[in-house]
C-alpha cells in the first residue's frame, strides 16, 4: 500500500493509443508546399467570360477560437517568416475581429499574390457576436470589404457596404469552421445552433465545407509535447469525434491543427499540419468554382 504521495500502484491509462486512428498521410513538407505554391490562377470550366478565378475561402467560428492566428499562420509559412496580419488577440473575451476583410498572400516580390484569398469573420457568441444572417450574405457575396458588423442587426439592403451584384468572385467558395480542441465540448448550445443554421446555409449554397480543430497543444498533453502524436491521441480524437457529431461534418472533412502563436521559430510538424487543410481548401473551391455557372 503506498502512502498519500506515493506512487499510484497503477499506471494511469496512457493518452495514446498504440496505433494512428486516422491513416498518416504519405507526403512531406516539401511536397504540401510545393502544391501550394504551385497552384496557379484558372480558368473554372464553366466560363465563357474566359477570366482567371481565384478561391474565397471564409473562416467562421465562435470568438477567440484561432481564426485570424489561422490566417496568420498560412501567411508566415508561405513569406517563410513569422507575420501578423490579421492581428490575433491574447486576450480572448469578447470578439477581436469586428471587420469583413479579405486577406491576399503575397507571392513574389513583383506584386503576385496567391490565388486563394481569407476572408476573416466576427466570431459567434451567444447574445454578441456576428449575426448568423450578415455570415449568409457574406458567402453570397452581399458584403463588402471593410464592413463593420454590427452584433444587433444585419447588413441591409440600402448600406453603401451592400454589394447589390456579387460576381462568382465576390463570392464565398468554402466554408471553414474554426473550433479550439481544448473547449469544443464547453460550447454553448446557441452559438452551435449558429454554427448548424450556416452549415444549413452553405449546404443550400452548395458551398464545400470542412473545419478545423485548432488548439490542439491545449487539448492533449502529449501533442504539446510532440506534435506528431496528433493522430494517436484519444484526446484529439474524441473532440473530433464530437465536432463531426454536433455540427454533422464528416470526420475526413476536420483537419487538426496547431496555428503559430507563441513560437519564434518555424516548426515543420506545425506547417505540415497547417498546408494539408490548406491543401484541402484548395481543392474544394476549385472543384465549387469549376462547377459553378458564371454569370
Ligand atoms: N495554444 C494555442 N493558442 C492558439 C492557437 N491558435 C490561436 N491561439 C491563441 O488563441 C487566441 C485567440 O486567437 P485568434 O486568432 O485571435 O482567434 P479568433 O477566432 O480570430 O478570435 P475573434 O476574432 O475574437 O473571433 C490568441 O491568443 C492566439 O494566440 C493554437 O493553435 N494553439
Ligand atoms: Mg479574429
Redesign the pocket.
Known amino acids: 500500500m503506498g502512502g498519500y504521495f506515493s506512487k499510484p500502484e497503477v499506471e494511469p491509462p496512457s493518452l495514446l493509443l498504440n496505433k494512428e486512428w486516422r491513416a498518416v498521410p504519405q507526403g512531406n513538407k516539401a511536397e504540401y508546399l510545393q502544391f501550394v505554391r504551385g497552384f496557379e490562377p484558372f480558368k473554372p470550366r464553366n466560363d465563357e467570360r474566359n477570366e482567371d478565378q481565384c478561391i474565397r475561402i471564409l ?1 467562421h ?13 498560412v501567411d508566415s509559412i508561405l513569406q517563410g517568416e513569422m507575420t501578423g496580419r ?7 473575451g ?5 471587420k469583413y476583410k479579405t486577406y491576399k498572400i503575397k507571392k513574389g516580390e513583383d506584386g503576385t499574390f496567391y490565388p486563394f484569398v481569407f476572408n ?5 457568441e451567444k447574445d454578441q ?1 456576428v449575426c448568423e444572417e450578415d455570415i449568409k450574405l457574406a458567402m453570397m457575396g452581399h458584403v463588402k470589404d471593410g464592413y463593420t458588423f454590427n452584433p444587433h442587426s444585419t447588413l441591409s439592403k440600402d448600406d453603401p457596404y451592400y454589394n447589390t451584384n456579387p460576381s462568382l468572385s465576390d463570392k464565398v467558395h468554402v466554408l471553414v469552421c ?1 473550433v ?1 480542441a ?1 473547449t469544443v465540448h464547453l460550447l454553448d448550445d446557441d452559438v452551435m445552433k449558429k454554427m448548424r443554421k450556416v452549415r444549413l446555409d452553405a449546404r443550400d449554397m452548395g458551398i464545400p465545407q470542412m473545419a478545423i480543430l ?5 487539448a492533449c498533453p502529449e501533442v ?1 509535447a510532440d506534435l506528431r502524436n496528433v493522430y494517436k491521441s484519444k484526446y484529439v480524437k474524441e473532440k473530433m469525434e464530437l465536432l463531426s457529431e454536433s455540427l454533422g461534418i464528416p470526420l475526413n472533412c476536420i483537419f487538426p ?6 513560437e519564434i521559430a518555424p516548426n515543420d510538424d506545425l506547417e505540415m499540419l497547417i498546408l494539408m487543410a490548406l491543401k484541402q481548401m484548395i481543392n474544394f473551391g476549385k472543384n465549387f468554382v469549376n462547377d459553378c455557372k458564371c454569370t
Open positions: 473562416l467560428g465562435p470568438i477567440g477560437h484561432g481564426k485570424s492566428s489561422f490566417i496568420n499562420t490579421a492581428l490575433a488577440d491574447a486576450c480572448g469578447k470578439t477581436f475581429t469586428k476573416d469573420i466576427m466570431g459567434l457576436g474554426v479550439c481544448d485548432t488548439k490542439i497543444d491545449e504539446k491543427v496547431k496555428n503559430y502563436h507563441s
